[in-house]
């Protein structure tokens, strides 16, 4: 019976399907080995076991990395495990910085540092480094409540801060622009408008 025992695999990894217990005891990184690994857009933060109707989170990222001890679970008959793919593990990057797009936290962590590197880094001519802002959704109780974070790296403190501060997945990064860059899009906003104006004139005359 105990050969006969089979545990489901699902999601993310290259082989989803069923793994055979044997009498070598496996767990969550055994069971993910033998269906051919992680696919590129698994999650490396979070794994999902399912047991007799119980839902837990795994540290799929303390299991992987090793920087911290975290028990690799043993599996039993009828466990079904998920592996996630990555759209709870992004971080947004946007406004004056060279490449707006999600940054994924690939394994436990990363730095507003970190994520603006991805990103390319704020652009020179129309980013401000005293105006960067951090949008977090934080829970309490059963409400959401939304706070700013502000860092002006600028500054070596708010430079050494920020290579400490640890984003959270769907955290917001947004990089405000200059005066003079917000001008220049005022005029290149407006001048359509103008251009179109001063025809109409003409054509009145």
Same mark, same amino acid.
């Given at each position: 019976?105990?050969?006969?025992?089979?545990?489901?695999?699902?999601?993310?990894?290259?082989?989803?399907?069923?793994?055979?217990?044997?009498?070598?005891?496996?767990? #969550?990184?055994? &069971?993910?080995? *033998? @269906? =051919?690994?992680?696919?590129?857009?698994?999650?490396?933060?979070? /794994?999902?076991? !399912?047991?007799?109707?119980?839902?837990?989170? #795994?540290?799929? &990222?303390?299991? *992987? @990395? =090793?920087?911290?001890?975290?028990?690799?679970?043993?599996?039993? /008959?009828?466990? !079904?495990?998920?592996?996630?793919?990555?759209?709870?593990?992004?971080?947004?990057? *946007?406004?004056?910085?060279?490449?707006?797009?999600?940054?994924?936290?690939?394994?436990?962590?990363?730095?507003?540092?970190?994520?603006?590197?991805?990103?390319?880094?704020?652009?020179?001519?129309?980013?401000?480094?005293?105006?960067?802002?951090?949008?977090?959704?934080?829970?309490?109780?059963?409400?959401?409540?939304?706070?700013?974070?502000?860092?002006?790296?600028?500054?070596?403190?708010?430079?050494?801060?920020?290579?400490?501060?640890?984003?959270?997945?769907?955290?917001?990064?947004?990089?405000?622009?200059?005066?003079?860059?917000?001008?220049?899009?005022?005029?290149?906003?407006?001048?359509?408008?103008?251009?179109?104006?001063?025809?109409?004139?003409?054509?009145?005359?």
């Amino acid at each position: 019976a105990f050969r006969a025992a089979r545990v489901e695999v699902a999601g993310e990894v290259v082989k989803p399907g069923t793994v055979t217990l044997d009498d070598t005891p496996k767990g #969550i990184l055994q &069971a993910v080995n *033998l @269906s =051919g690994g992680l696919t590129a857009n698994a999650s490396r933060r979070r /794994a999902l076991l !399912v047991r007799k109707g119980v839902t837990y989170r #795994i540290d799929l &990222a303390g299991l *992987l @990395s =090793g920087e911290k001890p975290v028990s690799n679970p043993l599996l039993f /008959a009828g466990d !079904v495990l998920h592996i996630p793919d990555q759209s709870e593990d992004q971080v947004f990057v *946007l406004g004056a910085v060279a490449k707006q797009a999600p940054v994924i936290i690939r394994q436990s962590s990363i730095s507003l540092i970190e994520a603006l590197t991805n990103a390319g880094g704020i652009e020179e001519l129309r980013g401000k480094q005293s105006g960067v802002l951090v949008f977090r959704l934080k829970q309490f109780g059963s409400e959401p409540i939304p706070t700013v974070y502000a860092l002006d790296l600028s500054r070596p403190d708010g430079m050494l801060l920020a290579g400490e501060f640890a984003l959270r997945p769907r955290d917001v990064v947004y990089v405000q622009a200059t005066a003079f860059a917000q001008y220049n899009s005022v005029i290149a906003t407006l001048l359509p408008t103008v251009s179109t104006i001063f025809e109409l004139h003409e054509l009145t005359k």
